[in-house]
Nanobody, 126 residues
Framework: QVQLVESGGRLVQAGDSLGLSCAASGLTFSMYAMGWFRQAPGKEREFVAAISWSGGSTYYADSVKGRFTISRDNAMNTMYLQMDSLKPEDTAVYYC???????????????????WGQGTQVTVSS
């Protein structure tokens, strides 16, 4: 059974940094691309960042480029999202998800992903 568990979300102030983790189990982690999405109240789930199976390729939404860094440790079956210079508009529930590597060309789309975590709340106060 595939399981993704996010952690690290909390209340921070604008300008702060925060790191999220996503621990995966029940699959061969290193074979899959992974991504982070977020969803604010009343809004659709939106793409944040993605990383290829090897970590050699990454892709970011324009809204977080230069502020967020995605990484992974295949030995630990864990993906990370380092968020710097946080803004109030970054407030959302953050989800990690896993996708077949064959879907890299559409990795920014929700439909590319097979499995999702339960989410972790990030709140950025102004």
């Amino acid at each position: 059974q595939v399981q993704l568990v996010e952690s690290g979300g909390r209340l921070v102030q604008a300008g702060d940094s925060l790191g999220l983790s996503c621990a995966a189990s029940g699959l061969t982690f290193s074979m899959y691309a992974m991504g982070w999405f977020r969803q604010a109240p009343g809004k659709e789930r939106e793409f944040v960042a993605a990383i290829s199976w090897s970590g050699g390729s990454t892709y970011y939404a324009d809204s977080v480029k230069g502020r967020f860094t995605i990484s992974r440790d295949n030995a630990m079956n864990t993906m990370y999202l380092q968020m710097d210079s946080l803004k109030p508009e970054d407030t959302a529930v953050y989800y990690c998800a896993i996708a077949p590597s064959s879907r890299w060309s559409m990795i920014f789309r929700v439909m590319a992903y097979n499995y999702w975590g339960q989410g972790t709340q990030v709140t950025v106060s102004s």
